[in-house]
């Protein structure tokens, strides 16, 4: 286990009074649940794992709106990855805060844990008090004064914004979701190739699977009236923007959190999906794994898996074993699609 997630552990153990958990990816846990801990977090994979082990945890864009304000002893919380994000929780642990409460802030100095600590310490009005836990894992506490100060701008984050956009629409976004001011290379080069591979003009027809839908980029580009929709995604801030940018669209869908598919039941004609391959701050090749397992659990026996992936993974290698068919399209030298059909049997 990484000096952070024990740190975090042994915070939870002896957690005292009324305390609140903002959890983001990458935790690994050695405790039991403590029920008396009021959990929040933004990623559905997360939040399952720790019902399932007895937390009493919350899945939302991180919405703070039910927590009674001024009345935590403590606020834990291991920084995320993007700015907005970890401004808007300082913020958030400020308002929550009894005056004398501590809010514990975990990271790295690569992710900005020492600047997040210095804004917090304005934040809440205090002095901050820093450890050093070892290599560049650090941890602060922080105490609320009476006296409040001001605290890091968020951007907005709990706000739907246009957030990018091409020729053929404009995108709206937020932060918390990775790259959501952007178009993905790699998905926009999927949609372009995508009558080609498929050999039928867009809008689809039939039964169409978004996995790991964010925004929603790939459903609203290849999908229309009469496709039969479904985008899931295991991120707060990506069901929000893609429900949002759907029905911009008027198209119907469903839209439905799911850890790599696994709320989605049905089989689909055809399935797209650019995979993530990051977990947190590290890189996960089992993700690309659950992926392409839950496309051979979820394609229809004769319909098409489209998938982009960035040059280097060994797509084609990890789907052995999993579909008879499998293609490579088209390689652009940064990304590659691969064309798989006929699932076999799990
Ligand atoms: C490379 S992005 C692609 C987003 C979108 N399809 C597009 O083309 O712009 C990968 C997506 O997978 C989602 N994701 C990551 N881990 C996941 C998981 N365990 N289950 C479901 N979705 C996940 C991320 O939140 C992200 O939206």
């Known amino acids: 286990m990484d000096l952070i997630s024990s740190e975090l552990n042994q915070c939870l153990r002896q957690a005292s009074g009324k305390t609140l958990w903002l959890v ?17 977090g933004n990623r559905f994979d997360v939040i399952e794992r720790l019902e399932a082990s007895g937390w009493q945890a919350q899945f939302s864009d991180f919405d703070l709106s039910e927590c009674p ?50 804004k917090a310490a304005t934040c809440l009005g205090s002095e901050r008090q820093e450890q050093k836990l070892g290599g560049d894992s650090w941890r602060a ?8 100060g001001e605290c890091p701008p968020d951007q907005d984050y709990t706000e739907l914004r246009p957030a990018c956009e091409d ?49 929603g980029y790939l459903a609203l580009n290849a999908c229309g009236a009469e496709s039969t929709l479904v985008c899931t995604d295991n ?19 469903q839209v439905l959190a799911s850890d790599a598919g696994d709320q989605v039941s049905g089989t689909f004609q055809t399935l797209l999906c ?19 397992k839950a496309a051979q659990r979820l394609l229809d026996r004769n319909g098409t ?19 008879r068919d499998i293609q490579l399209h088209a390689d652009n030298g940064q990304f ?11």
């Open 336 to 346: 590659k699609l691969v064309r798989l059909r006929h699932p076999l049997t799990p």
């Open 141 to 148: 506490d922080i105490v609320r004064a009476k006296q409040t």
């Open 235 to 253: 991120n707060a801030a990506a069901l929000k923007a893609c429900r949002y940018n759907l029905d911009q669209a008027g198209l119907n869908a």
């Open 69 to 118: 304000n001024g009345e935590y002893d403590q606020v834990l919380y291991r920084v995320s990855k993007e700015k907005p994000v970890v401004h808007y929780l300082i913020s958030g642990a400020s308002r929550l805060l009894k005056p004398g409460g501590t809010l514990t802030l975990l990271g790295e100095k690569g992710e900005g844990i020492r600047t997040y600590v210095r």
């Open 167 to 215: 020729t053929r629409q404009q995108y709206f976004s937020k932060p918390g979701l990775f790259g959501w001011n952007k178009i993905d290379r790699g998905s926009a080069f999927l949609i372009e190739q995508l009558p080609e591979m498929l050999g039928q003009s867009l809008p689809l027809t039939g039964s169409v699977l978004d996995l790991g839908c964010g925004f």
């Open 274 to 292: 650019n995979p993530p391959f990051h977990s947190g701050f590290a890189v996960d090749g089992d993700l690309t794994d659950r992926f392409l």
């Open 24 to 40: 983001d990816e990458n935790i690994q846990l050695s405790l039991s649940a403590r029920q008396d801990i009021d959990v929040i």
């Open 305 to 323: 898996a489209c998938f982009v992936v960035n040059q280097h993974i060994p797509l084609e290698r990890k789907a052995q074993g999993l579909f």
